[in-house]
């Protein structure tokens, strides 16, 4: 039997659970009511989130396409670079990096935040330190170091034994996720939705449209998962389908989109939104405690509530790290970043030049603290967005240039579809760096994001040598091994 056959990696489940999981992830426990506050009211923020759904389908399909077509590490990185060359390729993957290799650190954050709701000993003593005005206690670090731990050594053994972890995070997360929804169905109140709007004070927007148009800039991020998919493509079981491939992207993309609008009705409805507003992280489980007391019922919600937002945690840490090792090491086949990042572990296959940077980063996270979330929030949407559109473009410059490129999934709408994706990609990005509109990121995240780009664009720079250390056909076969459709012809020499 050859080794192709053998090849035992991620299956279709496994990919629907990757993506749903990396989408759904925390935010929908300790995050939801913060949405009400930001788009001023449970009516802006499920149109919200039902309105970036609709847009990002369009975007999905264009994934869906690429990853099937060329199923390599790197996603975004490999689609750009056979459209458009050396520079776009740089501009997308490292842009990604921002939403990518940052959700690593901004998880082992969130870790403390919700132990600590049920460890106050995390809490204890005096702090450290305080960075952006919250402290630095030594026992929850070390707890969410632990913890970060447990997640490096997952993904050193491989994308299966990670894969699996996601599967099982993935499936707890769902029946915790589908159970608080129904639970909190049952005390729907319709007058807990009014007022329809109001600014709370978490936005600078005066009506229900502007509150719409601030979720804008928020829902990205948390919709931001459905692309670790091509990050894993490469490392799929060698029986896949890979027409059903595409179908599992758009799938992960709609089911995340109706989860989070129904949490969003029915805990919104359960009590007074604006009241939920003012809960502290996880809200949710607050929530229960609210309604049912601390008798059996509200007790056994409270501790359900807590688990799934632990498995949602665990879920996107885990899909994120999964991807953004992809991500690197797509990045560094292209010789785009240094050669460290593309070594490959010699008994497991993982990248483990990408995994010991991601362990650092994992490592720091839970010592830089909650205060600067937010701006970190603002600025990885952005480049969520900056990765869509150049997929969106890449795929409809290869209808154009390659209509006979193998593709085993095709995106139902074709060129305009495409154009449909990129456009409104493009909106996104432009209405989140203009100051006064309510979809403003922020000067801070303006700052980061800017200031990452700046960094990689002396990264870029400064390994011109290495990067033309060999000849562009020793590039593409690099960068595409695993795929069969290699048409040299069609890559740009930029």
Request: aromatic share 14%; net charge neutral; proline share 5%.
């Amino acid at each position: 039997m050859s080794e192709k056959k053998e090849k035992k990696g991620l299956n279709l489940i496994d990919f629907f659970m990757l993506g749903f999981g990396a989408i759904v992830g925390v935010g929908w426990a300790v995050a939801s009511n913060g949405w009400m506050a930001s788009g001023g009211g449970v009516i802006p923020a499920v149109i919200g989130f039902l309105f970036m759904t609709i847009v990002l389908i369009p975007i999905g399909f264009c994934y869906a396409e690429m990853t099937c077509a060329m199923p390599v590490a790197g996603g975004v990185v490999a689609y750009s670079y056979k459209a458009f060359g050396t520079f776009p390729s740089f501009l997308g993957g490292w842009c990604l990096t921002i939403a990518y290799v940052l959700l690593v650190p901004w998880e082992a954050i969130y870790v403390n935040n919700t132990l600590a709701l049920v460890v106050p000993a995390m809490t204890a003593g005096d702090p450290m330190y305080v960075i952006a005005g919250e402290s630095i206690y030594l026992p929850g670090t070390l707890i969410a170091t632990c913890i970060g731990i447990v997640i490096i050594i997952v993904n050193w053994r491989g994308a299966k034994v990670a894969g699996t972890v996601q599967t099982f995070l993935g499936y707890t997360l769902a029946i915790v996720g589908f159970t608080v929804i129904i639970v909190a169905f049952l005390n729907f109140d319709v007058s807990n939705l009014q007022p329809v709007y109001e600014n709370v004070g978490s936005g600078s927007h005066k009506s229900l449209f502007g509150g719409i148009v601030a979720m804008m800039i928020i829902v990205p991020f948390f919709m931001g998962g459905f692309d670790t998919i091509p990050q894993g493509a490469e490392e799929a079981d060698s029986g896949l389908n890979y027409n059903n491939l595409g179908k599992v992207i758009v799938m992960a993309l709609l089911s995340a989109g109706i989860f989070y609008s129904l949490i969003l009705l029915s805990t919104g409805a359960a009590i007074p939104w604006q009241e939920y507003t003012q809960y502290p992280r996880p809200a949710i489980s607050l929530m229960f405690v609210e309604l049912y007391g601390n008798g059996a019922f509200g007790t056994a919600m409270f501790w359900i509530a807590w688990s799934g937002a632990m498995a949602g945690l665990l879920t996107t840490w885990n899909g994120f790290y999964i991807a953004s090792a992809r991500l690197l090491l797509g990045m560094s086949r292209a010789r785009l970043i240094p050669e460290f990042f593309s070594r490959i572990h010699p008994k497991y296959g993982t990248p483990s030049g990408a995994n010991a940077f991601l362990a650092i980063v994992c490592i720091i996270g839970p010592f830089i603290g909650m205060g600067i979330i937010d701006p970190i929030t603002s600025a990885g949407g952005v480049g969520f967005c900056v990765g869509w559109l150049i997929t969106s473009a890449s795929a409809l410059k290869l209808r154009i240039v390659d209509p006979d490129m193998v593709r085993p999934y095709k995106a139902p709408g074709g060129k305009p579809l495409m154009a449909i994706a990129s456009v409104l990609a493009g909106i996104i990005i432009i209405i989140s760096f203009i100051p006064g509109l309510p979809s403003f990121m922020g000067p801070l995240a303006t700052g980061i994001f800017f200031g990452w780009t700046a960094l990689g664009l002396i990264f870029y720079f400064a390994s011109s040598g290495y990067r033309k250390a060999i000849t562009e056909e020793e590039r593409v076969k690099v960068m595409f091994a695993s795929t069969k459709d290699i048409n040299l012809e069609q890559f740009d020499k930029n």
